[in-house]
């Protein structure tokens, strides 16, 4: 496999939070480690000595102390720390390091002017929120649900909710009727907070509509609260629910897997997995990715964009745990914007999505020219493998002394398997290490691990964050099954990923979206890369339908062209070129078409599934579940498409035996 050149090279006598950690490894346990390698290969080896470093490291605060680190490491099933219990807002607001007086939450938006609230005022706010939920008769275990967008509110709220361990659940306020009452009718809501509407690029998004119907379908909910968002202040419903009462702000003890939030998966195909997470392995988690990983500390401003349907926003507002500030943003992603507003904000971490960074080299942006980013130490890219010309584009426009961290994960975990550190080097089109305390292997048919090999992304020892289960599944049963069905006692994630020998990674899709053409796995991100590189293209999804007797099948590609660019042979042609002079022959097209947009969720992932599942045959419906989709109205050009092969006979064995 050919790798790519080193970008970034850790500064010689540079100082990081990872180093310190070693230091204090070395000075209060007496183990030492030679580098990034062995400390990964103990730390996924050593469950209870890594983690319980953790713990004692960041000062993890406890009630009861733990009578054990973990006493059974089976998957799936294994306690993390049992007989402990804490509180996960309470670490977040001891914001370690800042003062009272220092800003620790800066939020803004495309709705209304910027808001700062210094450590003294958040914790004043979580505590008169609190007090607001215990009058609306809200207990430990109770649901509240956040109709809201990524504004101090919500984060409040969310602090305010764990406080007295209750369990806090959002929807970002652009999520339809029918997906947010998919999600929140599984975990029965008593408290429902909503904003009226708010502004996106300009254009105003009234929604009042959507939460009087929300309501409506939550028979739960005894309390709706909302925020009057829209005209710029929330504060009529923000008064509602803030109660003037002088007690005082405390934190409810909760066992270490008590239900901290619940998070959800996109819900394509079916109803979202209500993925529930507990205090203890969130809280531990994030203090070692934030803190080891993203090098962030008091004196950092940490920003993502992001909006509160996705996991990246529960990783945001963890920040202060390790005395961060965060930098919130709700609006809609300018290219040019939001580099001008980590200037403005002194942001010292950039996080985005892939597909921002490379949208941001397509437009031509060089965000070091418009902006001063000198405070800027750190960019952070997930949501899809990151190319190698998007690494390249990082280190030219952005800034050479940069740490760039491609990350991937999920909503699973809410965090990252692979990602970046402070002690390796970034090479381009590479994840740069597997995380400490993620034991992230490649295994190939045989269910072996392999090295520089393709494999199917496989966890072997259970992580504190892995999930306290889904909500209703008393038994267990769709947990089992969501992943460790195929490998017994073995977290099955379903992305490729290649292992290298110098112990980078590289995603290359979704393993039940994977190329087989001949026998020969093809990953769609390596072909994403070339087909969106060419300025014609701007969105591309790409499917394979398999011959059932074993032969080539069908590769089909869809593009979307820039504003004025039809598809003609001769594009038809270059795309090709590119793809055979790139890749290989056997990543050529079959069938080039041209359609007005690509499937997404509402995270922006493509949907390369579903439209396979509509080209063979399926329904639309049952394709995908439409409310799940930023554009549901994109699949009827697969759905005309299918019907046409169809009567011109171009339809595969599993089309004509009903479907896949």
Same mark, same amino acid.
């Given at each position: 496999?050919?790798?790519?050149?080193?970008?970034?090279?850790?500064?010689?006598?540079?100082?990081?939070?990872?180093?310190?950690?070693?230091?204090?490894?070395?000075?209060?346990?007496?183990?030492?480690?030679?580098?990034?390698?062995?400390?990964?290969?103990?730390?996924?080896?050593?469950?209870?000595?890594?983690?319980?470093?953790?713990?004692?490291?960041?000062?993890?605060?406890?009630?009861?102390?733990?009578?054990?680190?973990?006493? *059974?490491?089976?998957?799936?099933?294994?306690?993390?720390?049992?007989?402990?219990?804490? /509180?996960?807002?309470?670490?977040?607001?001891?914001?370690?390091?800042?003062?009272?007086?220092?800003?620790?939450?800066?939020?803004?938006?495309?709705?209304?002017?910027?808001?700062?609230?210094?450590?003294?005022?958040?914790?004043?706010?979580?505590?008169?929120?609190?007090?607001?939920?215990?009058?609306?008769? &809200?207990?430990?275990?109770?649901?509240?649900?956040?109709?809201?967008?990524?504004?101090?509110?919500?984060?409040?709220?969310?602090?305010?909710?764990?406080?007295?361990?209750?369990?806090?659940?959002?929807?970002?306020?652009?999520?339809?009727? !029918?997906?947010?009452?998919?999600?929140?009718?599984?975990?029965?809501?008593?408290?429902?907070?909503?904003?009226?509407?708010?502004?996106?690029?300009?254009?105003?998004?009234?929604?009042?509509?959507?939460?009087?119907?929300?309501?409506?379908?939550?028979?739960?909910?005894?309390?709706?609260?909302?925020?009057?968002?829209?005209?710029?202040?929330?504060?009529?419903?923000?008064?509602?629910?803030?109660?003037?009462? *002088?007690?005082?702000?405390?934190?409810?003890?909760?066992?270490?897997?008590?239900?901290?939030?619940?998070?959800?998966?996109?819900?394509?195909?079916?109803?979202?997995?209500?993925?529930?997470?507990?205090?203890?392995?969130?809280?531990?988690?994030?203090?070692?990715?934030?803190?080891?990983?993203?090098?962030?500390?008091?004196?950092?401003?940490?920003?993502?964009?992001?909006?509160?349907?996705?996991?990246?926003?529960?990783?945001?507002?963890?920040?202060?745990?390790?005395?961060?500030?965060?930098?919130?943003?709700?609006?809609?992603?300018?290219?040019?914007?939001?580099?001008?507003?980590?200037?403005?904000?002194?942001?010292?971490?950039?996080?985005?999505?892939?597909?921002?960074?490379?949208?941001? !080299?397509?437009?031509?942006?060089?965000?070091?020219?418009?902006?001063?980013?000198?405070?800027?130490?750190?960019?952070?890219?997930?949501?899809?493998?990151?190319?190698?010309?998007?690494?390249?584009?990082?280190?030219?426009?952005?800034?050479?002394?940069?740490?760039?961290?491609?990350?991937?994960?999920?909503?699973?975990?809410?965090?990252?398997?692979?990602?970046?550190?402070?002690?390796?080097?970034?090479?381009?089109?590479?994840?740069?290490?597997?995380?400490?305390?993620?034991?992230?292997?490649?295994?190939?048919?045989?269910?072996?691990?392999?090295?520089?090999?393709?494999?199917?992304?496989?966890?072997?020892?259970?992580?504190?964050?892995?999930?306290?289960?889904?909500?209703? *599944?008393?038994?267990?049963?769709?947990?089992?099954?969501?992943?460790?069905?195929?490998?017994?006692?073995?977290?099955?994630?379903?992305?490729?990923?290649?292992?290298?020998?110098?112990?980078?990674?590289?995603?290359?899709?979704?393993?039940?979206?994977?190329?087989?053409?001949?026998?020969?796995?093809?990953?769609?991100?390596?072909?994403?890369?070339?087909?969106?590189?060419?300025?014609?293209?701007?969105?591309?999804?790409?499917?394979?339908?398999? *011959?059932?007797?074993?032969?080539?099948?069908?590769?089909?590609?869809?593009?979307?062209?820039?504003?004025?660019?039809?598809?003609?042979?001769?594009?038809?042609?270059?795309?090709? !070129?590119?793809?055979?002079?790139?890749?290989?022959?056997?990543?050529?097209?079959?069938?080039?078409?041209?359609?007005?947009?690509?499937?997404?969720?509402?995270?922006?992932?493509?949907?390369?599934?579903? &439209?396979?599942?509509?080209?063979?045959?399926?329904?639309?419906?049952?394709?995908?579940?439409?409310?799940?989709?930023? /554009?549901?109205?994109?699949?009827?050009?697969?759905?005309?498409?299918?019907?046409?092969?169809?009567?011109?006979?171009?339809?595969?064995?599993?089309?004509?035996?009903?479907?896949?």
């Amino acid at each position: 496999m050919s790798l790519g050149e080193v970008l970034w090279r850790p500064p010689a006598g540079q100082r990081s939070r990872v180093g310190d950690f070693l230091a204090w490894l070395d000075r209060e346990r007496g183990w030492t480690f030679a580098g990034y390698p062995d400390l990964w290969e103990w730390s996924t080896t050593d469950l209870a000595g890594f983690w319980r470093a953790v713990w004692d490291h960041f000062g993890v605060r406890a009630y009861e102390p733990p009578t054990g680190t973990i006493p *059974d490491a089976r998957m799936p099933g294994a306690r993390w720390f049992p007989g402990a219990t804490l /509180n996960y807002a309470e670490h977040v607001l001891r914001t370690p390091g800042l003062a009272e007086d220092e800003p620790v939450v800066l939020g803004y938006s495309q709705t209304r002017a910027p808001v700062t609230l210094t450590v003294a005022q958040l914790r004043e706010q979580v505590r008169r929120v609190r007090a607001g939920l215990v009058r609306l008769g &809200v207990c430990p275990g109770d649901r509240v649900a956040a109709y809201a967008p990524n504004i101090p509110e919500t984060f409040v709220l969310m602090l305010a909710t764990a406080s007295l361990g209750a369990v806090f659940s959002s929807c970002a306020p652009e999520f339809g009727t !029918r997906s947010v009452v998919d999600r929140w009718q599984q975990i029965a809501p008593k408290v429902l907070v909503a904003v009226d509407g708010y502004v996106y690029g300009g254009k105003r998004i009234d929604r009042r509509a959507e939460v009087a119907a929300v309501h409506s379908a939550l028979s739960s909910v005894e309390h709706l609260v909302t925020l009057s968002y829209l005209d710029g202040t929330a504060a009529d419903g923000w008064s509602e629910l803030s109660s003037d009462t *002088d007690e005082p702000l405390a934190f409810t003890p909760v066992p270490f897997d008590h239900p901290l939030y619940v998070l959800y998966s996109s819900g394509t195909t079916g109803l979202p997995k209500p993925i529930v997470h507990g205090h203890g392995g969130i809280l531990v988690e994030h203090l070692k990715m934030l803190g080891l990983h993203h090098d962030l500390g008091p004196g950092d401003r940490f920003f993502w964009y992001t909006t509160t349907g996705w996991m990246m926003w529960n990783f945001l507002v963890s920040g202060p745990a390790v005395g961060a500030a965060i930098v919130m943003y709700d609006g809609a992603p300018d290219p040019t914007a939001l580099w001008r507003l980590a200037a403005e904000a002194g942001v010292t971490y950039f996080g985005t999505s892939a597909p921002f960074l490379l949208a941001c !080299r397509k437009a031509g942006v060089v965000p070091r020219e418009m902006a001063d980013l000198s405070s800027l130490r750190g960019v952070g890219s997930t949501g899809a493998p990151l190319p190698p010309e998007g690494f390249r584009w990082v280190y030219e426009a952005v800034g050479e002394h940069v740490l760039l961290a491609s990350l991937s994960g999920g909503t699973d975990v809410c965090t990252g398997f692979v990602g970046g550190s402070p002690i390796v080097p970034v090479y381009e089109g590479e994840i740069s290490c597997r995380c400490l305390g993620a034991r992230v292997e490649a295994f190939n048919d045989k269910g072996e691990p392999v090295i520089g090999q393709l494999g199917e992304l496989v966890i072997t020892a259970p992580m504190p964050s892995m999930p306290v289960g889904f909500w209703g *599944d008393e038994t267990g049963e769709r947990y089992r099954e969501a992943y460790f069905d195929v490998y017994p006692g073995v977290w099955r994630h379903g992305d490729w990923i290649t292992i290298t020998e110098r112990g980078t990674c590289i995603i290359t899709g979704r393993s039940d979206a994977t190329l087989n053409r001949g026998g020969v796995r093809l990953g769609t991100a390596e072909f994403y890369s070339v087909v969106e590189g060419l300025p014609e293209v701007v969105d591309s999804v790409v499917v394979h339908l398999e *011959d059932p007797e074993g032969g080539a099948g069908e590769l089909l590609l869809f593009v979307v062209l820039a504003p004025g660019r039809e598809l003609d042979d001769a594009l038809r042609a270059r795309i090709a !070129r590119e793809l055979r002079t790139a890749l290989s022959p056997r990543h050529v097209p079959d069938e080039i078409y041209q359609v007005r947009a690509v499937p997404r969720t509402l995270s922006a992932k493509k949907l390369e599934v579903p &439209v396979k599942k509509i080209l063979t045959g399926t329904p639309v419906d049952r394709a995908a579940a439409t409310g799940a989709l930023a /554009n549901p109205e994109s699949l009827q050009a697969f759905a005309e498409l299918a019907l046409g092969r169809a009567a011109s006979g171009l339809r595969s064995e599993a089309t004509r035996e009903g479907g896949a």
